[in-house]
T-cell receptor, first 114, second 109 residues
């Protein structure tokens, strides 16, 4: 199983809503990543988890709150988002942080904030 | 952090021609690089990788070249097909999987 599964595929939320994005992998990977991708732009790194601990936070606003409850799951909790937060949110995993192995990506969650 | 970036934002080629996509990196300590392909509405998909102890690696119709002297790598796609139309990114695992700007490849029939 070389899959990273993200749910939901699409999400529309109001600016006062609270929602969560989920990401799951069963490859035994110990590094997991969240990216934000706007149209015609590269994926922009948001957070990196290594062994279920937050290793990198790229100065992401606190309305995005990551969580790694176990080695297979990664969540991104969303609260009080702005319309400019509308984007494709990608999750990825790799064997270890900085390992010389590829990262596997999910298909993303297309988020629209209204 | 240091960046991985691409020279050209768009590339248009005729079907059957060879394509070359370039990438510059700035972290001289980087030792592992990956090329990803991203089709519209999908997540990035691994194409090929290369370690810094190599200067060339070949896959099926794809070749990656690494020039550590000038900190440059390239992706060559042989006999480009319409299904190759996508955005191509290089990434540096020594830079926590940060991506360069990407090159949009369009294949004309």
């Amino acid at each position: 199983d070389t899959e990273v599964t993200q749910t939901p595929k699409h999400l529309v939320m109001g600016m006062t809503n609270k929602k969560s994005l989920k990401c799951e992998q069963h490859m035994g990977h110990r590094a997991m990543y969240w990216y934000k991708q706007k149209a015609k732009k590269p994926p922009e790194l948001m957070f990196v988890y290594s062994y279920e601990k937050l290793s990198i936070n790229e100065s992401v606003p606190s309305r995005f709150s990551p969580e790694c409850p176990n080695s297979s799951l990664l969540n991104l909790h969303l609260h009080a988002l702005q319309p400019e937060d509308s984007a494709l949110y990608l999750c990825a995993s790799s064997l270890y942080r900085d390992s010389d192995t590829e990262a596997f990506f999910g298909q993303g969650t297309r988020l629209t904030v209204v | 952090g240091e960046s991985v970036g691409l020279h050209l934002p768009t590339l248009s080629v005729q079907e059957g021609d060879n394509s070359i996509i370039n990438c510059a990196y700035s972290n001289s300590a980087s030792d592992y690089f990956i090329w990803y392909k991203q089709e519209s509405g999908k997540g990035p998909q691994f194409i090929i990788d290369i370690r810094s102890n190599m200067d060339k690696r070949q896959g099926q119709r794809v070749t990656v070249l690494l020039n550590k002297t000038v900190k440059h790598l390239s992706l060559q796609i042989a006999a480009t097909q319409p299904g190759d139309s996508a955005v191509y990114f290089c990434a540096d695992t020594g830079n926590d999987m940060r991506f360069g700007a990407g090159t949009r490849l369009t294949v004309k029939p």
